[in-house]
């Protein structure tokens, strides 16, 4: 075995599944040289998290993969029932459509619900990480990290020996059992291992018996299987996902090939069917959140930050955001035009959604499962409030006054703007044709101004030079017209969507498409340029 230098990056992703793919594209979409290890082969062959909320959907479109993501999940496009059924083959218990109403959310996003499988969603990824240069090693693996006051060193190794890598920082997304967050001892906080679980991924002709039925869940329970089923859009495989009780005797050696069969004939209901067992995948169920995510230059990312039970399809989703949250952070510390402190904002705001998000899980499992308090049910949110209507409170956001405190998850469609939020979709118009709003963020810093708001422009042109910071300034101006620099509202409803701004007023929107700061008038004297320079200093951890 011999030992080399392997190179150095500004960050190094240990992890390369879905949320190390998704910070790999994030960080490359930003400019920044990441390389990420990971040490299987190549992707995910375990088909996992299938689902995927809008807002999800949104951030992949600000990276590039949402079109390739929406032509990948074309089939899946009518699978849209949970279902309870004693069987595929036998009695319907209940149907219910997922995520009711997703046809009705036109206002509120231009994106939709994705079901897509994981193992087909994470090629994609790669592909649109490599594009934009970030360099993926597969069937690499890190053996050792050591942080120091300048970044850090790790030891990889591959089929070729070991090597040394330097990086200014290292995103561990290394999933529940993190050797990284292991290394540092970060407690995490919880109910912990809820129940143990085995997904068998399986290829079987289901078109008989689905008939024109689409599931996107089935909740399977007869007298030789209880467990959930998830098929394919080709209808000829799926997975099934059964429970195990070590405290019982049972172990993973109990799901062999025949086994894992058996139990997939009995939860399709039709003996004539015949089933190929493909893979097993055993993964618990819990509920834990790391007790920090940032540690000095080591931040931890998706389930090696927080595990959350998958009632709700909530972990992926909540992993990615993750990912989508830090990378615009570490662009601005990587590049000189952010200090430090802008990295601590990440815990700040990412950890109480997971809090909150894991916790939301463990009561959808209750909803579910039938054995919820009225309490509970009460608490349970629904899926656009835990993915689309939280808010942050931070260093990078600037509330207004009397608004310190962290606002309660809402839902997004009565969200106005506030400093914190998601910054509200509302179709403008530009040389004539329709513009999202949420298609003008996702680079860097947006300030959107009324259409009185030009010393708030000559602001944003004077602070971003200061600074040297990107920062891209619009006029929003009602009606069908507007010249150069200026995007025209053509129904007249931005201003009441971004909180009731007046003419003279202004939002400055973060890289992330969190609204940063808000002033909904001109500010006495003509300081704008003084308040939007202090404004994105503080957000900067600039002093």
Request: hydrophobic content about 40%; charged content about 20%.
């Amino acid at each position: 075995m011999s030992s080399t230098r392997s190179g150095d990056a500004p960050v190094l992703i240990v992890g390369g599944s879905l949320v190390g793919l998704s910070a790999a594209v994030f960080l490359a979409h930003h400019g920044v040289r990441c390389t990420l290890v990971e040490r299987h082969p190549s992707t995910s062959v375990h088909p996992r998290a299938v689902g995927y909320y809008p807002r999800t959907a949104e951030l992949l479109r600000q990276a590039g993969v949402e079109d390739a993501a929406l032509r990948e999940a074309a089939g899946f496009e009518t699978h849209r029932t949970r279902a309870g059924v004693t069987s595929l083959a036998g009695e319907v218990l209940f149907s219910k459509e997922e995520l009711e109403g997703d046809d009705e959310l036109g206002d509120l996003t231009p994106s939709r619900l994705l079901l897509l499988p994981q193992d087909r969603l994470e090629p994609l990824l790669r592909a649109r990480a490599e594009q934009l240069g970030a360099d993926l090693r597969f069937g690499t693996e890190l053996l050792s990290f050591a942080e120091d006051p300048e970044g850090v060193t790790a030891v990889l190794g591959d089929g070729d020996g070991t090597s040394t890598f330097r990086s200014g920082h290292l995103v561990a997304c290394d999933g529940p059992r993190s050797t990284v967050r292991e290394a540092l001892k970060v407690p995490r906080h919880g109910r912990g291992v809820l129940s143990h679980h085995v997904s068998i991924a399986f290829a079987a002709d289901l078109r008989p018996v689905l008939g024109a039925r689409r599931y996107s869940v089935v909740h399977v329970k007869n007298p030789e299987v209880t467990g959930i089923l998830v098929h394919d859009d080709t209808l000829t495989g799926g997975t099934l996902i059964v429970g195990y009780r070590p405290e019982d005797g049972e172990s993973l050696d109990d799901f062999t090939d025949a086994r894992c069969a058996e139990l997939v004939s009995a939860a399709i209901g039709s003996p004539g069917t015949e089933v190929t067992v493909r893979s097993r995948f055993p993964w618990d169920m819990a509920e834990q959140v790391a007790e920090g995510f940032v540690h000095g230059r080591v931040l931890l990312a998706g389930d090696a930050a927080h595990v959350i039970p998958p009632t709700g399809g909530y972990g992926a989703n909540t992993g990615i955001a993750d990912a989508h949250n830090l990378a615009w952070k570490l662009a601005l510390v990587v590049g000189g035009v952010a200090g430090e402190g802008l990295l601590e904002t990440y815990d700040a705001e990412r950890r109480p959604v997971a809090a909150y998000t894991a916790g939301q899980g463990s009561l959808q499992l209750a909803v579910r499962s039938g054995s919820a308090t009225d309490e509970q049910r009460a608490a349970a949110a629904d899926a656009l409030t835990v993915t689309m209507g939280q808010a942050y409170r931070s260093a990078a956001v600037v509330p207004e006054p009397g608004d310190e405190a962290l606002p309660a998850p809402a839902d997004p469609r009565t969200l106005r703007g506030a400093p914190g939020t998601r910054a509200p979709y509302a179709v403008l118009s530009r040389d004539g044709g329709p513009l999202s709003t949420l298609d003008l963020f996702g680079g860097g810093f947006v300030l959107l101004a009324g259409e009185r708001g030009g010393e708030w422009m000559s602001a944003a042109v004077g602070a971003a030079a200061e600074l040297g910071v990107q920062l891209t300034a619009r006029r929003v101006v009602p009606g069908a017209g507007g010249g150069a620099g200026t995007l025209a509202d053509p129904d007249g409803r931005w201003a009441e969507r971004y909180g009731g701004l007046t003419a003279e007023g202004a939002v400055l929107v973060r890289p992330d498409g969190v609204v940063a700061w808000r002033a909904r008038g001109a500010e006495p004297a003509g300081r704008e340029r003084t308040a939007l320079t202090a404004v994105l200093r503080t957000v900067l951890a600039r002093g």
